[in-house]
């Protein structure tokens, strides 16, 4: 059995939603307020598989219930109703945890894709526990164990690393996978930006559906509009049959706009209509089509900045950034070196039909100590390189560099980093325990040194956090 809790303090609306739902087989339970939404809540919380609320209620707002929900139902999927046009409404809700929103006047067609969506992240045949504020937990319903399903992200690219910083990547595009919100996705380049927007797919209610990837500055700027929003036969010349373009290509499924800094200014007006109204309309067409797309979009460049200089439109940055993902560089998760080394020197080794060969310590090292300005792309790079100097099954550092470029000699790479950091201030530094956390050691010791100890532009420039760099400082034993 399907249920769902709609609350609006309008009878027509309440009515209105109850009869398409209930068309599709849904049981629906209605609230006026919010004090008869919490009563329903406490009682029927359980069963629910999905709950529709008004923003602004008579004893509240529905931003309140949904704080609640999340806090005792938090895999339950709360969608928000928003007057027509209201998009700072319908952004608040997202980033607040809404699963998604919905428009007055509501559309069946709207309705009937909102329950699709949240049926897919919560099943009707599945119930779960309600948490107490206290954080403790009502006695177990049958079947109430609800991670993320495991079938999902079957088959996707991983992203490989043993780092706090990727672990709590990986749990983060879990939590985003269930939401129907926007999410950009920005890191440098080389980072996995694709990697990661390829995941959340995987693991969202739309894995079904297709992922559709566009790299927004390989487009040319007079065919871009077409490529997204498709054309018909005879709108401009060349145009010798009708194409349905990119946001229709991913109907039902996600729409991944890569580099999206680089769209023109004229086009990002008409991509803020289509992601607000949901609607598309082709190059010589008189008449908008609906649409069912997700938008996962990336930049490389700081897109704050590109508002501020006036080369990206600051409402639709709004909108594409409900839900923002910083993908780290290499540099600082050089933990995950030898895993990241292990998974591509695997992979080229079966593209080559051979031996994965195996790093030498003195290789480990050498990489550690590059700069990496291209992340994991860089390192593939160097790694294919070498895989395709090397016959054996040892990777050495010969095989890693430029024939002509410089290579340090072994005792030059097997030496401690940490020793040839240029630093003037007395203080005491714990010994690292790896070549890695030497490297380490040495670029967050030069980039004290080159910012006048400024913690906060250090960790800046290193793509850290500052809690992150004082834990890294205390760990060390850096006073």
């Not at 704080?67 to 608040?92: C, K, N, S, W």
């Not at 095989?399 to 040839?420: K, M, N, W």
Request: some cysteine.
């Amino acid at each position: 059995m399907t249920a769902c809790l709609i609350v609006d303090d309008e009878l027509d609306i309440r009515t209105l939603i109850a009869l398409s739902l209930r068309r599709e087989g849904v049981t629906c339970h209605l609230a006026a307020d919010l004090a008869s939404a919490r009563a329903q809540l406490a009682e029927l919380g359980h069963i629910l598989n999905f709950c529709l609320t008004d923003m602004h209620l008579p004893d509240g707002d529905g931003l309140d219930l949904l704080d609640e929900i999340r806090q005792r139902f938090p895999d339950l999927p709360v969608a928000v109703i928003t007057a027509h046009g209201q998009v700072d409404a319908a952004v608040r809700a997202l980033k607040a945890g809404a699963f998604d929103f919905v428009s007055k006047p509501i559309e069946q067609l709207v309705l009937k894709r909102l329950l699709r969506d949240a049926l897919k992240a919560n099943p009707p045949d599945t119930q779960f526990t309600a948490t107490e504020p206290n954080g403790a937990q009502e006695d177990a319903v049958p079947g109430d164990d609800r991670p993320i399903s495991s079938a999902r992200g079957e088959g996707a690219p991983s992203l490989i690393g043993p780092s706090r910083t990727m672990q709590q990547l990986r749990e983060t595009i879990q939590k985003v996978a269930r939401s129907q919100a926007p999410v950009f996705i920005c890191g440098e380049s080389g980072t996995g930006k694709e990697l990661v927007a390829r995941q959340i797919h995987a693991f969202s209610g739309r894995a079904d559906g297709p992922f559709i990837p566009v790299n927004c500055g390989a487009i040319p700027a007079e065919l871009i509009e077409s490529e997204l929003f498709g054309h018909k036969k005879g709108a401009f010349t060349g145009a010798h049959r009708a194409h349905e373009g990119l946001f229709r290509a991913a109907e039902g499924g996600s729409l991944f706009l890569d580099e999206v800094a680089d769209l023109p200014l004229g086009l990002q007006v008409k991509l803020l209509r289509a992601i607000q109204e949901r609607k598309v309309r082709p190059v010589g067409e008189s008449a908008e089509i609906p649409i069912d797309v997700r938008i996962i979009s990336a930049s490389h460049q700081d897109l704050n900045a590109a508002v501020r200089d006036g080369q990206f439109r600051h409402d639709l940055f709004y909108r594409l950034n409900v839900i923002e993902l910083r993908v780290p560089p290499l540099r600082a998760r050089l933990e995950d070196l030898p895993a990241l080394c292990a998974h591509i020197l695997d992979k080229l080794a079966e593209r080559e039909r051979r031996r994965p060969p195996r790093l030498t310590t003195e290789a480990l090292h050498w990489l550690a100590q590059q700069p990496f300005e291209g992340n994991v792309r860089a390192l593939e790079n160097l790694l294919e390189r070498g895989v395709a100097l090397t016959d054996g099954d040892l990777l050495g550092v010969s095989a890693l560099t430029d024939p002509g470029a410089y290579t340090p000699s072994i005792e030059q790479v097997a030496r401690p980093a940490f020793q040839a950091a240029s630093v003037s201030t007395s203080w005491a530094v714990t010994p690292p325990s790896s070549a890695l956390e030497a490297e380490e050691q040495r670029q967050v010791l030069n980039a004290l040194e080159m910012t006048r100890w400024n913690r906060s532009e250090a960790a800046r420039q290193l793509g850290l956090s500052l809690r992150q760099l004082r834990y890294r400082l205390s760990k060390w034993g850096v006073e």
